[in-house]
């Protein structure tokens, strides 16, 4: 018996013999052709918004090159030749300039190797116990060690060498120690601390020497801090005191407790004679310290506890030195150099020269030539071409329409298609305003549109322009700027400031940038009566303060020589004395270059001069202000920068050297092919305002739409399929029931 209950029960016209089911069906695709045709039309602008993000790529292509030709280093493209590959090569950056170099070579940088006397072999137990230094990480030997667990030991300091074995056989095993950097400053240390292993070994044996010197005396391997204890850096402890001698005189210090500072006040305080110091440098970006210790000529030493060799004062001689410490050795254009290694840089400005061969009797040689690569700048600048060209085949390929099919492209009669490649089209050829030489546009310089309005070049003509005026040639693809006078100087400006064209941007200026600095209350006339610690604060030295211990016995000229030397002051203060005062000034200008200095002791004759804060007469650090044009800037030191969303000026920044106030001078700014090229396809591409983002909002919201009323259509459809089955099922339950009154009154009457 067929239930009351309807819903979701399918009959398929049990007793009509009906296919409800596939009635049902057919009504229903009627039904979804509205929906399927919202499908088609999703479909569609899915696809477009797709064709749309690869043009988007194809423009940005286009910006890009724009981009690089805007940049003052494309047009500065230096080629490196050596005339001796075998001896020398080398490669040039950038900002490289042309110059030829006549380049000997004596020597070349070796890193320094030590090895061990022979042993039984790298696999048994040496015997030996103890702890030694290398490079100042203590290493703990246990009398169960082999060669091959001690250079493991060793590998895990990290302490700047390699440390290897070497098994020829039995007896004939040895341990070796290479420094991981080559020269004569970076040669291995090692010391026996505790025990004698290193001795023992064959590592190190008979007299010392001081390991470093300095002028007048030695310095130790670097350091971590300069006020941790020494102990704790090197991984060691439980050494109890140390005592050694300087001049004869005893100065016993502990690892455990005393810091490098420690250890130099110590020396300090015993009467040397000596004068000892913490000296930080920057190695690799990082800060490290060394003590130093000096006289009026190099003091003398003995060292019966090993504390002076485990600092690296001194260094007993090696067992076994396979490969000598040594720098390369070099002359170029007959001027005497050395390089810790033989990639050398810096010695020819933004140029790696890498030393091959060297020959101390008879050096080798070799001509450096570098020359200004036209080729480079051509490649550079066919890149615009090539971009260009690309987008048009792009745009083209996709708004084809075949006349016999019907069939069109998707970009066919896209307006955004249509608005890219005719602004594009125009711009190229555009005569750059302001410019007045001979190239003033592409055509100038080679470039023309076939006739598929595609560029072409001349590449002769292209060189040629290069070759008689590449400031003309670049000036046509640059920003370019130019000033009215020689204290005003045009630095940059982005895609959002307005060229002036022919005209010119007016700078007032209301407020002198000012460095910083800070006069000595009182002048220094005789040598400091103690040592005297300054600390260094402000805008310039960040959260940190920094603090630069003044030894005592130290004369004025000796307290400018210190501050200038010091690896972290040298590069950001100059040190001087005006009317015997010592002054301190910041090398830059602004606000950012602000900094004070104050010293733990009083200000004396007997000192530096700086004494306790506010003994010494500070002059604050200023930022330049003003306008450009009459707009508002932000001035950072002498550079002055026009403020965002300014009408003309926004982002052009200038340099103002003068010592004026007022109006100054003007600003003239040409906006060549590249940079409105960058300009016009950056506001293209903008994320928020520009075209294609425009598009594709569009385009989703109305994918959004169509996914809304597919819904509600969807919706309807199920309602609509529901009822369709319900009624063919009252149907189909109602043709039950005659035929069972049928077979019921068919009983009756027989």
């Not at 026009?642 to 340099?655: F, P």
């Amino acid at each position: 018996m067929i239930g009351s209950s309807l819903s979701g029960i399918s009959f398929s016209g049990l007793s009509s013999g009906i296919d409800s089911e596939s009635i049902i069906s057919r009504l229903l695709q009627i039904e979804a052709i509205p929906i399927n045709r919202l499908e088609s039309q999703k479909a569609q602008l899915q696809s477009r918004q797709t064709i749309l993000q690869q043009l988007k790529g194809q423009v940005s292509n286009l910006a890009g090159a724009g981009s690089k030709l805007n940049s003052a280093s494309t047009y500065q493209a230096i080629k490196a030749a050596s005339s001796d590959t075998a001896v020398a090569t080398m490669s040039a950056g950038t900002s490289s300039q042309a110059g030829t170099y006549e380049l000997t070579v004596s020597k070349l940088a070796k890193a320094h190797k030590v090895s061990s006397s022979a042993q039984a072999n790298t696999t048994d137990a040496l015997g030996y116990s103890g702890t030694f230094v290398v490079n100042g990480e203590a290493v703990e030997v246990t009398a169960s060690d082999t060669l091959k667990t001690l250079a493991q030991k060793i590998n895990d300091k990290q302490a700047g060498v390699v440390a290897s074995v070497l098994d020829g056989g039995t007896n004939n095993a040895y341990l070796t120690i290479t420094s991981s950097k080559s020269g004569a400053s970076n040669k291995a240390q090692v010391a026996d601390l505790s025990g004698t292993v290193a001795a023992d070994l064959g590592l190190i044996s008979g007299g010392s020497s001081i390991r470093s010197a300095i002028t007048n005396g030695a310095t130790s391997v670097a350091f971590t801090s300069s006020s941790t204890a020494v102990g704790e850096l090197m991984g060691v402890s439980g050494l109890g005191s140390l005592t050694f001698s300087v001049n004869s005189v005893d100065v016993t210090v502990d690892f455990d407790d005393d810091s490098l500072q420690d250890i130099a006040n110590a020396i300090n305080a015993a009467g040397t004679g000596a004068t000892a110091s913490v000296r930080s440098e920057t190695v690799d970006g990082t800060t490290v310290y060394h003590l130093d210790i000096s006289g009026a000529s190099t003091p003398t030493f003995t060292d019966p506890d090993s504390a002076l060799h485990a600092l690296g004062i001194l260094q007993q001689g090696f067992g076994s030195v396979l490969v000598t410490a040594q720098d390369a050795e070099y002359t170029l254009d007959g001027v005497s150099l050395t390089s810790a290694t033989n990639t050398v840089t810096g010695v020819i400005p933004d140029v790696t020269l890498t030393l091959l061969q060297a020959d101390e009797t008879t050096p080798k040689t070799s001509t450096l030539t570098l020359t200004r690569d036209d080729e480079k700048i051509v490649s550079n600048v066919k890149e615009v071409m090539n971009a260009f060209n690309s987008l048009i085949d792009f745009i083209r390929a996709n708004s084809a329409f075949d006349k016999e099919t019907f069939q069109s492209g998707p970009l066919f009669g896209d307006s955004t298609a249509r608005q890219v490649e005719d602004t594009v089209s125009n711009l190229v050829f555009r005569t750059v305003d302001g410019l007045t030489g001979t190239y003033t546009n592409l055509a100038d310089i080679g470039f023309s549109f076939d006739d598929q309005g595609k560029l072409t070049l001349d590449e002769s003509q292209l060189s040629t322009a290069i070759a008689s005026n590449l400031s003309e040639v670049s000036a046509v693809f640059r920003a370019m700027g130019s000033s009215t006078a020689n204290t005003l100087t045009y630095i940059s400006s982005t895609d959002k400031t307005v060229a002036s064209g022919s005209g010119y941007y007016s700078v007032n200026i209301t407020q002198l940038a000012t460095k910083g600095d800070l006069v000595a209350g009182v002048a220094q006339s005789s040598n400091t009566a103690s040592s005297e610690i300054l600390t260094f604060s402000g805008s310039l030295f960040g959260s940190t303060p920094y603090d630069l211990l003044v030894p005592s016995g130290y004369s004025q000229s000796a307290v400018v020589d210190l501050i200038n030397n010091d690896s972290k002051l040298q590069d950001i203060v100059v040190a001087t004395v005006e009317g015997g005062f010592l002054k301190i000034a910041s090398k830059n200008y602004g606000t950012s270059n602000d900094f004070t200095v104050v010293s733990n002791v009083a200000a004396a004759s007997d000192s530096t001069g700086i004494g306790l804060e506010g003994e010494s007469a500070k002059t604050d650090a200023l930022d330049v202000a003003g306008t450009i044009n009459g707009e508002e800037a932000t001035g950072n030191g002498q550079y002055l920068t026009g403020n965002s969303g300014n009408a003309t000026t926004d982002g052009l920044q200038i340099q103002y050297a003068g010592t004026t106030l007022g109006d100054v001078g003007s600003i003239q700014l040409t906006h060549g092919i590249g940079a409105l090229l960058q300009a016009q396809i950056n506001s293209m591409t903008d994320s928020i305002n520009g075209l294609f983002a425009a598009n594709d909002q569009s385009i989703q919201t109305q994918v959004e739409t169509i996914d809304d009323s597919i819904e509600r259509l969807t919706e309807a459809l199920l309602v609509k399929k529901q009822s369709l089955q319900q009624r063919f099922a009252a149907m189909e339950q109602a043709i039950s029931q005659l035929q069972t009154q049928q077979t019921g009154l068919s009983s009756m009457f027989g």
